[in-house]
Nanobody, 125 residues
Framework: EVQLVVSGGGLVQAGGSLRLSCAAS????????WAWFRQAPGKEREGVTR????????YYADSAKGRFTSYSDRGKNTVYLQMNNLKREDTAVYYC??????????????????WGQGTQVTVSS
């Protein structure tokens, strides 16, 4: 059984940092591309970033560039999202997702096979 367990959300002041984790089990980690999505209240879910061993360059949404970094620890089968200089508009539920194969180059939700449960990130002013 494939499981993606997301942790690390919480309440942070604007300008602060958080690191989200997505621990994967039951999956061959390097075979998949790994993405982070988020859904703010009243808005559609949007793609934030995507990495993978088959991905030439990581993808970052414009809103994430320069502030967010996604990276993985293959030894721990874990993907991280380091978020710095957080803004109120970053408030959302954050999800990690995995898509096969690792070279996939889309942020379309339908392409992602497995999803974590989501974690709430709230940024206060």
């Amino acid at each position: 059984e494939v499981q993606l367990v997301v942790s690390g959300g919480g309440l942070v002041q604007a300008g602060g940092s958080l690191r989200l984790s997505c621990a994967a089990s039951g999956i061959t980690f390097d075979d998949y591309a790994w993405a982070w999505f988020r859904q703010a209240p009243g808005k559609e879910r949007e793609g934030v970033t995507r990495i993978g061993s088959g991905v030439g360059n990581p993808y970052y949404a414009d809103s994430a560039k320069g502030r967010f970094t996604s990276y993985s620890d293959r030894g721990k089968n874990t993907v991280y999202l380091q978020m710095n200089n957080l803004k109120r508009e970053d408030t959302a539920v954050y999800y990690c997702a995995a898509a096969f194969p690792s070279s996939i180059a889309t942020m379309s939700e339908w392409a992602y096979d497995y999803w974590g449960q989501g974690t709430q990130v709230t940024v206060s002013s």
